[in-house]
Every structure is written in C-alpha cells, then in structure tokens.
C-alpha cells in the first residue's frame, strides 16, 4: 500500500459550468473544447510550479508548492480561456469555475492527494462564477498585496462535509489591485443570506434584556433550519447591539442580502414585539409586523412569536427571490437563479411553463450538482406532465420523476446528517451549563 506524507499545499480545482448542457448540444465538440482547454490549465500549472494530479470528467486539480503560484496559474488560465470563447458561438462558450486553498493534505507516492484541504478546494470551485475564482482566506493571506489582482471578501461560509466555516474571496479578474469592501451585491451569485440584528428593548427595565435577547436568538436558530437560506451567526450579529445602524451598511460588514431587526416593549403582563424585514441592498421594506400578547408563560409566548414570524418571512423571502431572478438577464443566473425562475414558471401550471421550469431546473443542476432542492423540482415538473396531460405516455415521466426525487432525497439526508454530525461536535467541546 502506498505511503502518505501530510505536507502544506496550494490546491487548484476547476470544473466546466453547464457542463452537461453542452454535451447534450454536441458531445464531439465539447469533448474537443475540454481537451484543448485543459491543455491550457496543464500549460499555466506547469508554469508556475504545479503539478496536474487529476482530469477527470470536466474536471482539473492541481497542487502548487505556492499560494502564489496557485493563484497566478488560475488567473493566467482564466484569462487565456476568456480569449479563447471569443473564438466560439455564445451556446458553445466552456467557462471553468476554479478555487484555490492553501491547506494540509495526504500525498502518496503515486501522486494521488486527499484531505481537508483538497475538500475546501472543491468546495470554493462550486462557489465561484463561471469564468470566476474564489480563494481561501488561508489563501488570501498569503497573496494579499503580492499580486496585481483584487479581491472581494465574500464572508464565512458554511461549506458541504467542511466543520468549520470558510473564509471566501472573489478575485477580481481584470479589476486592478484595488481591494474593495464586502457589498451586499455580491450575494446576486448565491443563496440568499439573511442576519436577524439584536432586538432593541424599549421596556425601559434593563431586566427584560435577556426576553428581547432570545427572540432574536431563536430567530436565528429558527431561521437556520431554511436549508436555501444562509443565517449569519449571532456572535456576528450582535456586535451591533446597543447601536444605531445603518441596514446597508450592516449588509455590506456581513455580505448579507436581507436583514431582520426588531424591538420589544413591555408593559405589565402585555408585551408588544415589532419585527421588520429589509433588502439590504436597497434598505426598503419587504415586511413588517407586530403582534401584541399577554406573558401568561413568557417561553410559551416566545416560541409562538418566533414561529409566527418565521411562517411570515419565509414566503416573502421568496417571492422577492423570485422577482430578483426574473429581472436579471437569463445568461446571469447562476444555480439559486435558475432555480427560483424554475419555480416562478412551475407555478403558472401550463405545458409550456412546465417545459420551461424543467429547462430552468436542470440548468440549476449544472451550476450546482447536489442541489436537492432542484432535484425536487425537476422531478414535480415530471411528475406534473403525468397528472395534466402534457404527455401521451405516463411511465417514463414517472420514472424520470421517480429518480429525481430519489435524487434530491439522497441529498438532503446527507446533509442532514453532516448537519448533525457538525452539532454533536459543537456540543462536545461546549462549556457545561452550572
């Protein structure tokens, strides 16, 4: 059995964006594109002290002694390849998304490389643009200034069989050197993120601190069982407590796209708790409401506050998703994009939307080929040609509608379980209550 050395190591991963798409148009074509592309990576790799480990299907890896070289090698590549389209039809355009992390990995003698660090590797790729790169924060401190490239900081992220969150930065292919602040804008190529801020106490008795408190605390805990949605952590969050803020401002510092805020005023045994929802980008108001209630049992009442307000933010979160994808232009949506614009014609219930909301689904799957809920809709989309009509023969639809939702069930049970296998640890190295 071939030993393994654990060593520091730059690694590059890279895919094709839509790549199942181009090889339903023409396989021939795009299994020539893939060749003379990746003979571009192996060129730019070699050329900045890398080493090609892997090209399988649409995809490349590589390792570099250097964070530097890795990086340099991507942005020579990208660069290449952009000038490379030109020379193609638009449908026929092949982008590679590509991430970079600097981290430990298992080496054997065959040259074959695992671990950790190749794992952020694949995971930053799947967040990038196509045509993109997104590096590591371990990366980015090795580079920041060293380079004649921007980067944009894209805040932690939760990553797939990943325990601890990852710092993302966008490189800003083309941009200069000018490092830039995180903007809520750059969320347009993810899923939506959401940060509930600390509710404010108007009671006047400093003693009710801890009821508006944990409200708020809940409704992060609540808000986080949204698998589509990306809840900022409360240690995040409550730095801005006791202050007046600009919700702009904090969606820029948390690269959120919506944020929660909230009060709570008491009086006797009535309390009367405010709750509003804001575009971050914008700073205008998708929701708001208030609800009023006596405190016969104060968890009870704010168990039922904190569902209540779930229940009404999660339908307006998205339709304004919804909205968001039908205003952008169809060659920029990215996975989340085409899948809420899935949903926005699965629900006008004709053949022809129908058609067009699989289209939508499946390209989502192309950007992001463990989307279970895209799965999910692919497989109603199936499912509803059986039950309209919409085909004269009802079992392969139900076959393709059987798989896919197979599909999208294997994925949420996997990440199911890594989200509990992720809390266990938490809790194990929590301090024990008095």
Same mark, same amino acid.
């Given at each position: 059995?071939?030993?393994?050395?654990?060593?520091?190591?730059?690694?590059?991963?890279?895919?094709?964006?839509?790549?199942?798409?181009?090889?339903?148009?023409?396989?021939?074509?795009?299994?020539?594109?893939?060749?003379?592309?990746?003979?571009?990576?192996?060129?730019?790799?070699?050329?900045?002290?890398?080493?090609?480990?892997?090209?399988?299907?649409?995809?490349?890896?590589?390792?570099?002694? %250097?964070?530097?070289?890795?990086?340099?090698?991507?942005?020579?590549?990208?660069?290449?390849?952009?000038?490379?389209?030109?020379?193609?039809?638009?449908?026929?355009?092949?982008?590679?998304?590509?991430?970079?992390?600097?981290?430990?990995?298992?080496?054997?003698?065959?040259?074959?490389?695992?671990?950790?660090?190749?794992?952020?590797?694949?995971?930053?790729?799947?967040?990038?643009?196509?045509?993109?790169?997104?590096?590591?924060?371990? %990366?980015?401190?090795?580079?920041?200034?060293?380079?004649?490239?921007?980067?944009?900081?894209?805040?932690?992220?939760?990553?797939?069989?990943?325990?601890?969150?990852?710092?993302?930065?966008?490189?800003?292919?083309?941009?200069?050197?000018?490092?830039?602040?995180?903007?809520?804008?750059?969320?347009?190529?993810?899923?939506?993120?959401?940060?509930?801020?600390?509710?404010?106490?108007?009671?006047?008795?400093?003693?009710?601190?801890?009821?508006?408190?944990?409200?708020?605390?809940?409704?992060?805990?609540?808000?986080? #069982?949204?698998?589509?949605?990306?809840?900022?952590?409360?240690?995040? %969050?409550?730095?801005?407590?006791?202050?007046?803020?600009?919700?702009?401002?904090?969606?820029?510092?948390?690269?959120?796209?919506?944020?929660?805020?909230?009060?709570?005023?008491?009086?006797?045994?009535?309390?009367?708790?405010?709750?509003?929802?804001?575009?971050?980008?914008?700073?205008?108001?998708?929701?708001?409401?208030?609800?009023?209630? *006596?405190?016969?049992?104060?968890?009870?009442? @704010?168990?039922?506050?904190?569902?209540?307000?779930?229940?009404?933010?999660?339908?307006?979160?998205?339709?304004?998703?919804?909205? #968001?994808?039908? #205003?952008?232009?169809?060659?920029?949506?990215?996975?989340?994009?085409?899948?809420?614009?899935?949903?926005?014609?699965?629900?006008?219930?004709?053949?022809?939307?129908?058609?067009?909301?699989?289209?939508?689904?499946?390209?989502?799957?192309?950007? *992001?080929?463990?989307?279970?809920?895209?799965?999910?809709?692919?497989?109603?989309?199936?499912?509803?040609? %059986?039950?309209?009509?919409?085909?004269?023969?009802?079992?392969?639809?139900?076959? @393709?509608?059987?798989?896919?939702?197979?599909?999208?069930?294997?994925?949420?049970?996997?990440?199911?379980?890594?989200?509990?296998?992720?809390?266990?640890?938490?809790?194990?190295?929590?301090?024990?209550?008095?």
């Amino acid at each position: 059995m071939a030993e393994a050395k654990r060593r520091l190591a730059a690694i590059l991963a890279a895919d094709v964006a839509g790549y199942s798409r181009l090889m339903g148009d023409d396989e021939r074509a795009t299994m020539d594109t893939l060749d003379e592309l990746r003979g571009v990576f192996k060129e730019q790799v070699e050329a900045n002290q890398g080493r090609v480990v892997d090209m399988a299907g649409d995809s490349v890896l590589a390792v570099f002694e %250097t964070a530097i070289g890795a990086v340099e090698a991507a942005v020579a590549t990208q660069g290449e390849l952009a000038e490379r389209n030109e020379g193609l039809p638009e449908a026929r355009h092949m982008r590679f998304r590509v991430g970079v992390n600097l981290g430990d990995i298992y080496e054997k003698d065959d040259g074959a490389i695992y671990g950790d660090g190749v794992n952020v590797a694949a995971r930053l790729e799947s967040l990038a643009e196509p045509g993109g790169l997104t590096i590591s924060g371990t %990366t980015f401190d090795h580079v920041d200034g060293k380079l004649d490239i921007g980067f944009e900081y894209l805040g932690e992220r939760e990553v797939k069989n990943i325990a601890k969150p990852v710092r993302v930065y966008r490189a800003e292919l083309g941009a200069g050197h000018t490092r830039v602040q995180p903007s809520a804008a750059m969320t347009e190529h993810e899923r939506p993120s959401i940060a509930v801020l600390a509710f404010e106490n108007l009671s006047g008795d400093v003693e009710q601190e801890y009821f508006a408190d944990g409200v708020a605390e809940d409704l992060i805990t609540e808000l986080s #069982r949204l698998r589509w949605l990306r809840v900022t952590a409360r240690n995040s %969050t409550f730095t801005y407590k006791g202050q007046a803020v600009d919700v702009k401002q904090v969606g820029r510092d948390l690269g959120v796209r919506y944020v929660v805020e909230g009060s709570v005023r008491r009086a006797g045994d009535r309390v009367r708790i405010s709750a509003q929802l804001i575009d971050a980008t914008s700073g205008n108001h998708v929701w708001a409401e208030r609800y009023d209630r *006596d405190l016969e049992d104060i968890f009870a009442v @704010q168990d039922e506050i904190t569902d209540t307000i779930v229940a009404a933010i999660e339908p307006e979160l998205g339709e304004v998703e919804r909205e #968001r994808a039908r #205003r952008k232009r169809p060659e920029n949506l990215d996975a989340w994009g085409n899948y809420q614009l899935g949903l926005s014609n699965m629900y006008r219930f004709t053949k022809e939307s129908n058609a067009e909301a699989r289209r939508l689904f499946e390209r989502a799957i192309d950007f *992001d080929r463990s989307f279970a809920a895209a799965f999910a809709g692919l497989a109603y989309t199936h499912l509803m040609d %059986t039950a309209f009509g919409y085909v004269d023969t009802r079992d392969p639809s139900l076959e @393709q509608a059987l798989s896919a939702a197979e599909t999208a069930i294997a994925f949420l049970v996997a990440s199911s379980l890594i989200s509990a296998k992720a809390t266990r640890r938490s809790r194990r190295f929590a301090r024990p209550s008095n």
